[in-house]
C-alpha cells in the first residue's frame, strides 16, 4: 500500500525542498547587518512622508487596474495561438478585431495622458 503513496510523498518532499530550501538558505547565510535604511518601511520606492490612513492618489488605482485589463486581454493570445490552426482565418479576423479594440483602447489612454506618471 505505502509504493501507492510513495510517488506523492517524494513530490511533497522535493516541493517542499524547493519552497522551503531556498528561503532557509537566505536566512542561515544571508547577511544580518541591519540599518536604519534597511529597516526603513518603503511605499511604491519612496520612504512614507504621512499617516498610513492617508488617501491614495487615483492614479495608482487607474495604473494598475489598466494594467489587470491590458494582462487579461493579452493572456486570451495564448489559448488562441494554440488553436489557430483549427479555427481558420475566421479566428484570425476575430483575434484581429479584437486586438485592433485594444490598440484603440490603448491610443485613447495614451493621448487622455492616463500613462503619464508626474
Not at 486581454?73 to 489559448?79: M, Q, R, S
Amino acid at each position: 500500500m505505502l509504493e501507492n503513496y510513495l510517488p506523492i510523498l517524494i513530490f511533497i518532499g522535493v516541493g517542499l525542498f524547493f519552497g522551503v530550501g531556498p528561503i532557509l538558505a537566505g536566512y542561515i547565510c544571508g547577511p544580518k547587518k541591519p540599518s536604519a535604511a534597511k529597516l526603513a518601511p518603503f511605499e511604491c520606492g519612496f520612504s512614507p512622508f504621512e499617516d498610513a490612513r492617508m488617501k491614495f492618489d487615483v492614479r495608482f488605482y487607474l495604473v494598475s487596474i489598466l494594467f489587470i485589463i491590458f494582462d487579461l486581454e493579452i493572456a486570451f493570445l495564448f489559448p488562441w495561438a494554440l488553436v489557430i490552426d483549427s479555427i481558420g482565418w475566421p479566428g484570425f479576423i476575430a483575434m484581429g478585431i479584437f486586438l485592433l479594440l485594444l490598440l484603440i483602447g490603448f491610443i485613447y489612454e495614451w493621448k487622455v495622458g492616463a500613462l503619464e506618471w508626474e
